[in-house]
């Protein structure tokens, strides 16, 4: 075990693997992160599987027998990341039994849906049945047409990882999405216990943004506030997330057994070479959390990595003042977060086209 990474772990940070493909699978390279680096829980993307489809063979046997099967595009796509998620479902399930919402794998809605309510309900329920694990997670987007489809699904007893979130304010709308679908699955007679949730927060991408636009104001003042926007906007979601538990609200979901969304720490892999590479994994130290990293993040926290004790807690204040003096030099946080969101819609659709033209190669040289 790497003692960087298991001291992440007794910090209390979940390590999950933004990472997924048959290869590491059936190698046993996932179990083998499972035990020797920490990591508990997976998350996927159409961009993560259209990699792993096109860089070996593995998926061979399977493209072929559906091809011959008449199957099209979307019900091959479907099939294959179904049993993807499914089998490392069956890897983490050890996890998974001996915690309480660890040991997760989560697979996406069709991003196309991401302005859909019903759509993304439908396409919830379909990928929740078809993996049929109870430690798979649905990951739904935090638009405004996810937003009810968050509660529809929880009501439902499915498990949700909650993706796309930028802003505070969209973050309180999914930390109450959430708490309302707990209401009605209590009232509808659901186990509380089983229900598991987190809630994406994406970090390196606010300061991708951000940094732009300070340095476009190019100030001493705008330039020294580059790389902090991310972090104290996370620190920012920490404490709307406790105050939220420390409602009544919460208490009487908790006393009918209900589990706490955690914050989720997403995109920390470290988009500006000029920071740390570890910058949104030692900057965002509380326990109760989940970081999901890339390969590369994991791997340089387990080389040179520090803990160095609960790095949220309690920086609200701070947090906000940094915010408040980015905003005072004319960035305009409600369009960043906007089009922060856009964007992030428009990489998700992107992903999953280049995931059906991946596909439909595979399709082409089986036949």
């Not at 190698?27 to 792993?52: C, M, Y």
């Not at 529809?152 to 007893?157: K, L, V």
Request: glycine content about 6%; hydrophobic content about 45%; overall charge negative.
């Amino acid at each position: 075990m790497n003692d960087r990474l298991q001291q992440l772990s007794d910090a209390g940070v979940s390590i999950w693997l933004d990472d997924l493909s048959r290869e590491r699978i059936e190698s046993g390279n996932l179990a083998e992160l499972v035990k020797e680096r920490s990591v508990v829980g997976v998350t996927t993307n159409p961009t993560i599987f259209a990699g792993a489809v096109s860089d070996g063979e593995r998926y061979d046997d399977q493209v072929r027998s559906l091809v011959q099967a008449g199957k099209d595009v979307d019900e091959v796509i479907f099939a294959l990341t179904t049993d993807d998620v499914r089998n490392a479902c069956d890897v983490l399930a050890p996890v998974a039994e001996r915690t309480d919402a660890d040991g997760r794998v989560s697979i996406e809605v069709e991003p196309s849906l991401a302005e859909d309510t019903e759509g993304t309900i439908a396409s919830a329920q379909r990928l929740w049945a078809a993996v049929d694990r109870p430690n798979a997670l649905i990951k739904i987007p935090a638009t405004h047409e996810g937003i009810p489809a968050i509660t529809a699904a929880i009501a439902q007893g499915i498990s949700v990882n909650v993706t796309l979130i930028f802003s505070i304010e969209r973050y309180r709308a999914v930390m109450d999405a959430y708490l309302a679908g707990l209401e009605q699955a209590r009232d509808a007679g659901l186990d509380l216990t089983k229900i598991v949730s987190v809630a994406s927060f994406f970090i390196s991408r606010v300061d991708a943004e951000i940094d732009k636009r300070l340095e476009a104001i190019g100030s001493d003042e705008a330039m020294a506030l580059r790389g902090k926007a991310a972090v104290a906007n996370a620190h920012l979601a920490y404490a709307a997330f406790q105050e939220v538990m420390a409602s009544d609200r919460w208490k009487q979901l908790a006393e009918a057994g209900a589990q706490p969304q955690r914050p989720l720490w997403a995109s920390t892999g470290v988009k500006n070479p000029d920071y740390p590479d570890t910058l949104y994994v030692t900057q965002l130290v509380v326990a109760g959390t989940v970081n999901t990293m890339p390969e590369k993040t994991l791997e340089a926290f387990a080389d040179h990595g520090e803990v160095e004790g609960d790095t949220v807690t309690g920086r609200g204040e701070e947090a906000q003042r940094t915010m408040d003096a980015i905003s005072a030099l004319g960035v305009d946080m409600t369009e960043v977060f906007l089009a922060l969101e856009q964007e992030g819609v428009e990489k998700f659709v992107g992903s999953w086209d280049e995931l059906v033209e991946t596909v439909k190669g595979q399709m082409e040289a089986v036949r």
